[in-house]
C-alpha cells in the first residue's frame, strides 16, 4: 500500500501562485511515477503533470504548461506543483496520484485550489 498526502491548497486570486506538496509512504518499491490530477466541479478528472523518476521526464497538460512546474524529490518520493498564473478555470480539487510496478495506481484525498476572479 502506498499513502498519499497532499497539501498546499488554498483561495488566490487570477495570476497569483500556489505550490502543492505531495508525500508517499508505505509500499515504495516501484514507485514509478508521481503526479498530479485535478477535478472541478461537474467536470470529469483531468490529467494535470507527471514526473518520472527513472528519468525525470517531467508531462504536462496543453492547459497547464508554461504555467505549471512538476518537480520531485527521490528517493523521499515527494512532488511538488508550482502554479503560476492562475487562472478561475484552474479551480478545483487537486489529487496527488503515483503509479507503481504492476501499473497500479494510488490516489490522494485531495486538496482544493480556488482561483477569484
Known amino acids: 500500500q502506498v499513502q498519499l498526502v497532499e497539501s498546499g491548497g488554498g483561495l488566490v486570486q487570477a495570476g497569483g501562485s500556489l505550490r502543492l506538496s505531495c508525500r508517499a509512504s508505505g509500499r515504495a518499491f516501484g514507485n514509478y511515477a508521481m503526479g498530479w490530477f485535478r477535478q472541478a466541479p461537474g467536470k470529469e478528472r483531468e490529467f494535470v503533470a507527471r514526473?518520472?523518476?527513472?528519468?525525470?521526464?517531467?508531462t504536462y497538460a496543453d492547459s497547464v504548461k508554461e504555467r505549471y512546474t512538476i518537480s520531485g524529490e527521490y528517493p523521499r518520493y515527494t512532488v511538488y506543483l508550482q502554479m503560476n498564473s492562475l487562472e478561475p478555470d484552474d479551480t478545483g480539487v487537486y489529487y496527488c496520484?503515483?503509479?507503481?510496478?504492476?501499473?497500479?495506481?494510488?490516489w490522494g484525498k485531495g486538496t482544493q485550489v480556488t482561483v477569484s476572479s
Open positions: 514526473l518520472r523518476w527513472s528519468n525525470g521526464e517531467t
Open positions: 496520484n503515483a503509479i507503481v510496478a504492476g501499473g497500479v495506481n494510488y
